[in-house]
Nanobody, 123 residues
């Protein structure tokens, strides 16, 4: 059983930064792509970033240039550094596990999900 636990959310002013963490259980963490999604109230879940098993990254246009996805395989953890935050970034942020040896760029490959962490950006 895979368990993903997000942390690092909170309230921040526009223009500020937050770093989300996602700690994963399992001994084969390094072989899987990992992704970040977010869901704002009344909106569909948005796929915003992925990091492949080999470290390649993908970003949605909405966060490109502001967010950075990284992973530390020794700690079984992925991170999402979020800079220049905007009120429209307000959402619950989820990490998820992608497929084995995958680039992580297909939103449909994600099978295990964390519980989510709230990010609120005030104007």
């Amino acid at each position: 059983q895979v368990r993903l636990v997000e942390s690092g959310g909170g309230l921040v002013q526009a223009g500020g930064s937050l770093r989300l963490s996602c700690a994963a259980s399992g001994r084969t963490f390094s072989s899987y792509a990992m992704g970040w999604f977010r869901q704002a109230p009344g909106k569909e879940r948005e796929f915003i970033s992925a990091i492949s098993w080999s470290g390649g990254t993908y970003y949605a246009d909405s966060v490109k240039g502001r967010f950075t996805n990284s992973r530390d395989n020794a700690k079984n953890t992925v991170y999402l550094q979020m800079n220049s935050l905007k009120p429209e970034d307000t959402a619950v942020y989820y990490c998820a596990r992608g497929a084995l040896y995958s680039s992580g760029t297909s939103r449909w490959e994600y099978d295990y999900w964390g519980q989510g962490t709230q990010v609120t950006v005030s104007s």
